[in-house]
């Protein structure tokens, strides 16, 4: 990876419109937001070894989460692999949650 392609994967203290980094595939590999406003409309899924700390999820966390009732393969959401999401807010954007992961999930909005 050159230089200019390591960079172009960290945002710090931005404003980033989800959809514009996944315009050419679904899946967003190996980014890092720190500190970021990222924005919708988007569903996305938590893949590989992506976390998510100190964020804030705006709307109803019921609205927010979408259950995958099972489903291996969905269409037009956006992959999130191997992402770390540090001090962010989200704005328009839900997650499918697979069913194994719904309890930790619902636990982190606060919901059990």
């Known amino acids: 990876m050159t230089e200019p ?3 172009e994967r960290v945002y710090r203290n931005q404003s980033v419109q989800l959809t514009n980094l996944a315009a050419l595939e679904d899946l967003i590999d190996g980014y890092t937001f720190e500190n970021c406003e990222i924005v ?20 109803d966390a019921d609205a927010i989460i ?3 009732h099972g489903r291996e393969q ?10 770390v999401l540090t001090d962010c807010e989200l704005f328009r954007i839900g997650i499918l949650v697979p069913d194994e992961q719904m309890g930790a999930v619902r636990t982190g909005f606060g919901l059990t």
Not at 40 to 59: D, E, K, N
């Open 5 to 7: 392609e390591a960079l």
């Open 40 to 59: 919708g409309p988007a569903v996305v899924v938590l893949l590989g070894q992506t976390r998510v700390t100190g964020c804030h999820w705006a709307g």
């Open 66 to 68: 979408w259950p995958a």
């Open 74 to 83: 969905v269409v037009g959401a956006i992959g999130l692999k191997d992402c």
